[in-house]
């Protein structure tokens, strides 16, 4: 795998080592779920029927902001997070993990496509130790992709969509407000490009390859109905920009545009490494 970048191991140092300093602690995005954590990386919080479903562990630096806005929220962190949805593994996701597991033993799912990254380290080698904390954990079930898995009166529909990692995915549901009014909800695992870039791969017709099919990937996921759109990373949703100053406030991530119009974001993106390819 490719080294941390530089500018990104120093966001990734403050997150995970002094995660106060730029958090956001809790905002909510759509009726029922909850973004927590910092400007740039954070978990989803979603409130059932029966207890928590998490999407991601974050990073073990977040765990206390994790387990403080639940009790904030009524909850019990040791007993009522139930489960948990990996969108991948990189460690910004899931190096939380092992910790969770230990203090309050969720029902993990994660991609049949990355198994061997939760418990082989050397995948892991690009983010130095001095930066997380990453420790082998388990996993209770592996996405197959065209079952939907229900919990808590949610029904959350899992789609691979890799290229930012070979296990990418995706996860969609439907939520409501007090008055009956249904919102499709969506978070992409993964739209980095940042794997994207030449030093990734080793030639010419494996870059072009890999970044073929993720074009193709987010192509296809245009014209998805998506009436808010979620995240882990706060910056793929400008979560700065849009949320209010009362952070119960759901309503400015309602915007059925907003899902395409990031697609053609990271498509231009894309566009840009290709136009700098050093594979000429």
Known sequence: MAKILPALSEIYYRSSHRPWEDSYGMVRMTPHSWYVGDTWLGVVLIETNDGIVMIDSGIHGQMWLIFESLRKLGYDPQKDIKLVLLSHAHPDHCSGMALLQNYAHPVVYMSPFEKD???????????????????PFTYDYLYDYKTPIEHGGFTFKVLHTPGHTPGTSSIFFEDHDDEGN???????????????????????????????????????????????????????????????????????????????????????????????????
């Open 117 to 135: 990254w939760s418990w082989d380290m050397s995948y892991h080698t690009r983010v130095p130790e001095r930066v997380d904390i990453v420790q």
């Open 182 to 280: 249904v919102y499709r909800v969506g978070l992409h695992g993964g739209m980095g490009t940042n794997t994207m870039v030449d030093s990734n791969f080793t030639t010419g017709e494996e870059a072009e390859r890999e970044r073929k099919a993720f074009r193709a990937m987010m192509e296809g996921l245009k014209g998805m109905p998506i009436d808010i759109t979620i995240t882990n990373h706060a910056g793929n949703i400008k979560m700065s920009e849009r949320m209010g100053e009362d952070k119960t406030d759901w309503r400015p991530f309602v915007d059925p545009a907003f899902w395409d119009a990031h697609i053609d974001v990271i498509l231009a993106q894309l566009d840009q490494i290709e136009e700098e390819t050093c594979f000429r």
